[in-house]
């Protein structure tokens, strides 16, 4: 099984936002409707910038939504360029495929488990039409990450999710696990809060996680994983006992977390290194 990343850093696109919203109504054939989405051009570069500044400070809370483009275009003809303009239009799918092809090994960077198949509107297009077709707003995702958020505000700073684009918390250990000591064997995974965090960025960790629902993701995948292994492990323990079994799964965390501090891989295997009960049979 690959190494999953929760939560990964992904590098801000870099595309101009005014030629990707050109390029999206580029084959839209009804010239009034072209004319005035053309018009609202400087609009949408706008509310771009204002969404880039606030995902850096984590102020997306306080970016008021809309009911459509500076009374030029509705919220509706908005939701069709990004349909009809970026899903199905050729010189938008370039844009869209360009997107969706941004995480490594095309897993999705909002759980790191799943397969990257769409683009999540990180501030919904519902209420911000504006950012339909902005590409900062758009992450790739999952089908079940894109239907866990829905078309959700955040109300505070706290309630905002992580952002791929703007934020990074790979660097400090927050993901861990506890073994639950029973047959079959199971883990439960949590967020452990770092010292030098602050609180809000905190709260946006918890939240995310609940958001997304990570710890029952993880603690299935965790139950895959402890089925395939149980052979190996009952072999070793009769050849080596207790601590054979514990030095190799300490093996096995170290060579995970050398990938990646925060997998759930990384910590299911420390939380069974340090299981007494797992490491003396448990397993079985």
């Known amino acids: 099984m690959s ?37 609202v051009k400087i609009d949408i570069v706008s509310a771009a910038v204002d969404f880039e500044l606030a995902a850096s400070s984590n102020t997306l809370h306080t970016l008021i939504p809309q009911n459509d483009i500076n009374g030029i275009v509705t919220k509706q003809e908005m939701l069709d360029v990004y349909t009809n303009g970026m899903v199905s239009n050729s010189l938008g799918r370039k844009i869209y495929d360009k997107l969706l092809a941004g995480p490594v090994h095309g897993r999705c960077p909002l759980c790191g488990q799943g397969r ?22 758009l992450i790739p995702s999952c089908s079940d990450c894109n ?12 309630y905002e999710t992580i952002h791929p684009y703007f934020d990074d918390i790979e660097s400090d250990l927050w993901l861990h ?3 639950i000591e029973e047959s079959p064997t199971g883990i439960q995974f949590f967020v452990k809060i770092p010292e030098n965090w602050n609180n809000v960025k905190s709260k946006r960790v918890k939240h995310h996680f609940k ?31 207790y601590q054979g079994v514990k030095e190799h799964l300490s093996e096995e965390a170290i060579s995970r977390e050398k990938v990646y501090l925060n997998s759930w891989q990384t910590a299911m295997y420390k939380a069974l290194t340090d299981s007494y009960w797992y490491c003396s049979g448990g397993f079985k």
């Open 211 to 241: 958001t997304f629902k990570l710890s029952s993701l993880y603690t299935s995948l965790a139950a895959d994983e402890i089925s395939g292994i149980r052979y190996y492990l009952t072999q070793l323990f009769s050849k080596t006992g």
């Open 147 to 158: 239907k866990a958020k829905l078309d959700a505000k955040p109300i505070s700073a706290e």
């Open 116 to 137: 990257v198949k769409t683009l999540d509107h990180h501030l919904p297009k519902s209420l911000y039409p504006a950012l339909a077709v902005v590409p900062a707003n």
């Open 177 to 179: 696990a506890r073994v």
């Open 3 to 39: 190494e999953c990343k929760v939560m990964r850093k992904l590098a801000k696109p870099i595309d101009d936002v005014g030629e990707v919203f050109l390029a999206c109504i580029s084959g839209f054939r009804n010239h009034n409707l072209k004319s005035r989405l053309s018009s």
